[in-house]
């Protein structure tokens, strides 16, 4: 079998479709047969219409796939993620259960899910040393490597951002702030080298570069409360490049981070006003209830909420 015809299967029978209901003059049923039991590799306008056929692009699929070592591991990974957006430890538990003994989780990004998944329910359960070895293993880096070691990698992988992000506020957590915060400082000034190379890199990746520099201010409001001009200032910048972006998810977090900080300055009506901004933005993405939580948190880090109550 290969990756490919893997996908095609799946994808195939995922939505109901016959071999003979995939096939057509430029790609007969026996095609697809040497197709899904890997003997035979298709060309790439084969590849192209069967990813019209089956509605899905198949490209980025085999892309997706590879990464994840296999067609199994992959669909397992992708209940993973599902676990872990939800922010169900339940139901990432349940998930670390029924990957056992199934899949390929002993290298790449497989591993550094099941890791990341060991930490966060460690975590959770106010286990911070557990969460902290848990984030070590997936990232594979030793402590006293920290944060030099980073600097040899140039991290494109949202897991391993994610669990550097996780380290830093984790040691925060076992009474090492000053070790967490340079952390912190540490990949700030790495994405802000990266962004100021744009123009070497697409859309996505530059999006992707500024959800990471907001995932780490974030985190620095969180634990450097002696910051504040200095933060306020980094934040604005960040709310700018997610805008020149185009990818504005982390818009609301950056704005009640800028909120908070302003009520910590005694600016109450800009405060109000930038956290009525974040509502309407964070109203669209994440819906009012998830919203007015995520503001208590954030604004409560660093101020008092009831302000914007009155």
């Known amino acids: 079998m290969s990756i490919i015809g893997d996908l095609v299967k799946y994808y195939r029978e995922e939505r109901g479709m016959s071999q003979a209901d995939l096939s057509e003059k430029d ?23 069967l990813s019209e056929k089956l509605n899905v692009n198949l ?40 990957i056992e003994g199934k899949g390929d989780f002993s290298k790449g990004e497989p591993k550094q899910l099941v890791f990341y998944a060991k930490a966060l329910i460690e975590f959770n359960k106010g286990n911070y040393e557990g969460a902290k070895e848990n984030l ?19 991290r494109f992988n949202n897991k391993e951002y994610a ?7 984790t040691l925060e957590r076992c009474n090492e702030k000053k070790a967490g915060a340079d952390i912190l400082r540490f990949e700030k000034n790495h994405i802000e080298k990266l962004l100021s190379m744009k123009d070497f890199f697409d859309d996505t990746t530059k999006g992707f570069l500024c959800n990471m520099m907001s995932s780490c201010l974030y985190n620095r409001y969180c634990i450097e409360p ?20 185009k990818r504005v998810f982390n818009l609301p977090d950056l704005l009640f981070c800028k909120a ?24 669209f993405y994440y819906g009012t209830e998830k919203t007015e939580e995520l503001a208590q948190n954030i604004i409560n880090a660093r101020a008092d909420y009831a302000v914007f109550g009155e």
């Open 27 to 49: 790609c007969s049923r026996e095609s697809i047969v040497k197709i899904e039991t890997g003997k035979n590799v298709p060309k790439i306008e084969t590849i192209a219409l």
């Open 59 to 98: 490209f980025g699929a085999i892309s997706a796939v590879y990464a994840h070592n296999d067609l199994r591991t992959h669909l397992l990974c992708r209940e993973g993620d599902e676990a872990l957006n939800s922010e169900d430890m339940d139901k990432l538990e349940k998930w670390l259960i029924e």
């Open 136 to 154: 070590l293993k997936g990232i594979q880096i030793r402590h006293q490597e920290f944060p030099e070691k980073l600097d040899e990698n140039a």
């Open 163 to 169: 669990m550097i992000m996780a380290y830093a506020v």
């Open 226 to 245: 002696e910051l504040s001009i200095e933060l306020y200032n980094e934040i604005d910048a960040a709310i700018d490049n997610q805008k020149e972006s």
């Open 260 to 283: 908070g900080l302003l009520a910590n300055m005694g600016e109450l009506k800009d405060a109000k006003d930038t956290y009525n901004t974040a509502l309407v933005f964070g109203n």
